[in-house]
């Protein structure tokens, strides 16, 4: 049994609705050099959906002929599809803010090692996950030197000016809760990182996102694995605070699958549920382009519960914080 199979069913998750469009965020594709425990993408090296150029080009028509302020990009590595600059050079020529979704080691890998250089070049905000500041809690979580890696990373991107004083290059962290947890306090730990990443490795960020974990893919597997479920399920409702409901992601956010199909939001495409278009069939992003879809409802699940959780998340982070 799939183990996102428990989520699909009828939920008493309020209704809400769309606001005004300004984020397009894309999944270039499931193509990772890491598999990490907590990924709600199940993404990983011996994953093949890539997206190609053509629907990479229908993108950019669609951001060339809309008014969206920022291209989300999202992954798998998103670095490791081959338009990737091509997809980044295009967008920052239509004035888009451009935010690349790293998970830093990749930044070391053979074939990647001036990635870091592209980015700083066209003022690309890196969004980089970093689940702990000890090396023993993110190897555990993201792998064997994943650690190590993602620290020669941090120091690339401050020496080429990230995070320092009077620069515009962004560099923000992503903290996952490394079990059936809700996150911790985001302000609060933020000084944690901030303090210990510098005392010990002198580097400096931005800002730090608590993103709180998905219960699908491989997070989702590995909590029925573990017998989890259930009582994480009733942790995210217990733990659900109304006051979340209106800084929500999908208010003002879709999501593109490598295929170039459109989600309310990155956790419904892992889970298969598209936006629909009048007749039933799944809306493609060439079809998104005549639409407004201002006032539409946004398709609600359980897994919505963590989103609205304590603090609340998103993709930028706690909503309350």
Known sequence: MHATLPLLKESDFPAISRGALDTLQVNLGYLCNLS???????????????????????????????????????????EMNPYFRYLIKEARALGVRVIDRCNLTILEEPGYENMAEFLAMHQVEIVASLPCYLSDNVDAQRGNGVFDSSIKALKKLNDLGYARAGSELLLTLVYNPQGALLPPSQAELEASYKRELHIRFGIQFNHLFTITNMPIKRFGSMLISRGQFGSYMQLLKESYSEDNLAGVMCRNLVSIDWKGFVYDCDFNQMLDLPMLEKRGEKMHITKLINQDITGEPITVMDHCYGCTAGQGSSCGGALDD
């Open 36 to 78: 990490c425990l907590h990924c709600h993408v199940n993404a990983g090296p011996s994953r093949k959906e890539i997206m190609d150029k053509p629907t990479i080009d229908n993108v950019l028509a669609y951001l060339g002929q809309k008014q969206i302020k920022t291209l989300d990009l999202t992954g798998g590595a998103p």
